[in-house]
């Protein structure tokens, strides 16, 4: 179901790179959400919810040639911790957000008050876990990275059912990926597919900060997701995150998407009035071609057609055969609605815009 929150909302995804570090963390929460306060956006930061003690086997917690198992204990924070974690980005002024890879974790996002939930795209047939966020009410995320057509459809009749507010984000799950990897189009699919869905965008490329994001605001994703980091404590930083002035970037980059789509592209455009009076200078007004006498039921061999239009005076679009003159009107002078019969005299809107349309004669 479509929800307001999800609507032009940033994810700025911590993962581990907190390192197992409140202050890493803090710094990281810090940084970015001066960056997103500046530039006025709505964002969430978003953490990784692992109950370590039970999600690693207890006789693999030694293997540390699997790099997934080692990150994640070398990362490992207690609830508390996440906690301080949580209570800074509510400071920070941004939506408190995490993804839960167990239960006991989905547990702990209500217990610390998480107002959104990300399903990772590992997790999209992990139906336990599934049906155990779905208890939680909360608004749902979901990125279709490795996905079947089967698995998101699945998904989509599953939340929507339950009347739990669920958005989907395009995502390539290659880290990094490169451009023509991106696959923006699917922004397209999934939108014509799921129509009462928020439609997003989560990508892990390390080309620009611009280009992807116009190109998906373009085609109408409105969450968008990146992973950040910092420079700090001389840990490398990983080419498909981001650090603070390169989401500034980003956001900005959407900033001028959103201008250069304007409206919602649902609805015709309403054409401002500079426009408007800049197309009114090249239609052509009525002139006459000789003296013609009041009482005369006009023909187009009565007339013709130049510019300028002037004030008042009758244009192209309106010329209609018939029309009587009230008015005598001498040769190559124009024919104003005030000198005819006709029906847009009686409408006062459309007398009134051709009052004021086109030039006049007596400024220089």
């Known amino acids: 179901m479509r929800d307001n929150i999800f609507e032009d909302l940033f994810v700025l995804e911590m993962a581990n790179n907190h390192w197992g570090k409140v202050d890493r963390g803090l710094k990281i929460i810090s940084d970015f ?14 953490l990784q919810f692992r109950d370590v003690d039970r999600f690693i086997h207890k006789d693999w917690r030694e293997r540390s040639d699997i790099r997934y198992i080692k990150k994640t204990l070398d990362t490992q924070m207690t609830w508390d911790q996440y906690g301080t974690l949580i209570n800074a980005v509510r400071k920070n002024g941004m939506i408190t957000m995490a ?28 139906w336990v876990l599934i049906e155990k966020i779905a208890t939680t009410k909360k608004p749902v995320v ?11 459809d699945d998904l989509v009749s599953f939340f929507n059912r339950r009347n739990i507010p669920f958005a989907i984000n395009h995502c390539v799950s ?18 014509n597919r799921y129509p009462e869905n928020v439609i997003g965008y989560s990508t892990h490329e390390y080309t620009d900060w611009r280009s992807s994001v116009m190109l998906a605001y373009a085609k109408g994703a409105r969450t968008f997701e990146r992973h950040v980091d910092i420079e700090m404590d001389g840990i490398p930083v990983s080419p498909y995150c981001s650090l603070p002035h390169q989401v500034d970037e980003w956001f900005r980059a959407f900033k001028k998407a959103q201008e ?24 052509r007004g009525v002139y006459a071609k000789a003296n013609l006498p009041a009482g005369k039921a006009l023909t187009e061999d009565d007339v013709y057609l130049a510019v300028p239009l002037q004030k008042g005076q009758i244009s192209c679009r309106e010329l209609m055969n018939g029309e009587v003159l009230l008015n005598q ?6 024919i104003r609605l005030s000198d005819i019969d006709s029906p847009y005299a009686q409408h006062s809107e459309l007398s009134a815009l051709i009052a004021k349309r086109g030039v006049d004669p007596l400024e220089p």
């Open 33 to 46: 959400g001066k960056v997103v306060r500046f530039n006025g956006v709505r964002a969430a930061m978003k």
């Open 99 to 126: 993804t839960p890879f167990d239960e006991v974790s989905v547990e702990m996002c209500v217990k610390l008050g998480v107002q959104l939930i990300k399903l990772a795209s590992s997790d999209i047939k992990d």
């Open 142 to 152: 979901a990125s279709t990275g490795g996905s079947s057509l089967k698995d998101m």
């Open 174 to 191: 290659l880290y990094p990926s490169e451009d023509a990897e991106l696959e923006i189009n699917q922004v397209d699919f999934l939108r």
């Open 260 to 283: 250069m789509c304007g409206a919602d592209g649902g609805t015709k455009r309403i054409p401002p009035v500079r426009e408007i009076q800049y197309l009114d200078a090249l239609v």
């Open 329 to 334: 009107v001498t040769a190559d002078q124009p």
